[in-house]
């Protein structure tokens, strides 16, 4: 019974220790108290009137920055599910802090390196696989990233214990192309299907942490999938990392049928017409991450295949229209 009883008093004082010592005024020496912020996570474009939640991600990674931007601390976690209960408690103390979050990272990426105290916002958080300048295939993968407020915490020799609660707004930074080219019947009287084919390029493959690219990366091909032939409409799906301007985005579509080395039907800025459409309301790069581009062509000297003229249309927009002439 005796011992009982001293067990029990051992534990009940060293329980009352701690909660004193964080949290009494009695004491002095708080510099050791806990401290830290609880995450939270949800996604918000800035065209939607209420806030989502991701549900099940492949991994999330949580980093912790300082007020000078150096990394603290990281957590990573693989297969979460991003509800509106889940949160993440990072042990951080003293200072000013921002919260930097990637979700949805998968074996198609390579990780940068992550050092407490010198990894920066600008460094590269993730480099998507390539070989031969082929780009890794992201057909069903989705990232996201975001950042969220600079969070404050007090010296805990001063105010002992203290918890912060933030949040971060993951916005996608993954894109889907479907790309249609339709044979006008009415006036291509002679076409190979078989013969159209299309490239989608981009220099966005290298990604940092803050969400920024570096500039003058070597464009990557993306591959295509799920493409398929039917009757005079060819359709290619690809998957892609986040469009932004100035990263050589190439759309190149182009007919063997007439010439094995293939004549041009568009080859041009994939961005530049995507925002042609956002111009009309029919496209925001801030808010869509779906697009459908439509190549139609048609045959202005009928039968002859030398000249010809194209129209694009983005998300059923008609964004240009032009002609030329080929085999000439």
């Keep these: 019974m005796m011992n009982l009883r001293n067990k029990i008093l051992i534990t009940l004082f060293a329980l009352g220790t701690i909660f004193w010592g964080c949290d009494s005024l009695i004491y002095d020496d708080l510099a050791d108290c806990p401290q830290g912020v ?10 939607a009137t209420d806030s989502t939640f991701l549900g099940s991600v492949a991994s999330l990674t949580l980093f912790a920055f300082d007020e000078n931007d150096r990394l603290v601390t990281s957590v990573t976690q693989q297969n979460v599910t991003l509800s509106r209960d889940y949160n993440v408690l990072v042990p951080v103390s003293n200072g000013k802090f921002s919260f930097v979050a990637w979700a949805g990272v998968d074996d198609h990426f390579t990780l940068g390196t992550f050092t407490n105290g010198t990894t920066t916002k600008k460094d590269v958080m993730l480099t998507l ?8 295939n992201l057909n069903g993968t989705k990232v996201w990233q975001g950042e969220s407020p600079v969070v404050f915490l007090p010296d805990p020799a001063d105010y002992a214990s203290f918890y912060e609660y933030t949040a971060v707004n993951l916005q996608e930074v993954t894109n889907r192309v479907e790309l249609i080219v339709e044979f006008d019947k009415a006036t291509m009287k002679d076409y190979d299907l078989e013969a159209i084919h299309a490239e989608v390029s981009s220099g966005n493959g290298t990604m940092r942490i803050d969400g920024t690219m570096p500039l003058n990366q070597d464009a990557l091909v993306y591959p295509s999938s799920n493409s398929a032939l039917n009757d005079n409409v060819a359709t290619w799906h690809y998957n892609l990392l986040d469009l932004k301007t100035g990263q050589d985005n190439k759309l190149h579509v182009y007919y063997t049928g007439n010439d094995e080395e293939g004549e041009t039907v568009f080859n041009g800025d994939l961005i530049a017409i995507i925002l042609l459409a956002a111009q009309n309301g029919q496209a925001n790069l801030d808010c869509d991450n779906d697009f459908t581009i439509k190549v139609v062509i048609k045959d202005y000297c009928v039968e002859c295949w030398t ?15 032009y002609s030329t002439q080929l085999g000439l």
């Excluded at 609880?38 to 065209?47: D, E, G, N, R, W």
């Excluded at 000249?307 to 229209?321: E, K, Q, R, T």
């Design 38 to 47: 609880y995450v939270k996570f949800y996604s918000m474009t800035p065209c």
């Design 307 to 321: 000249h010809f003229s194209c129209s694009i249309y983005v998300n059923d927009w008609l964004v240009h229209s």
């Design 129 to 136: 696989k390539s070989a031969s300048g082929v780009a890794a």
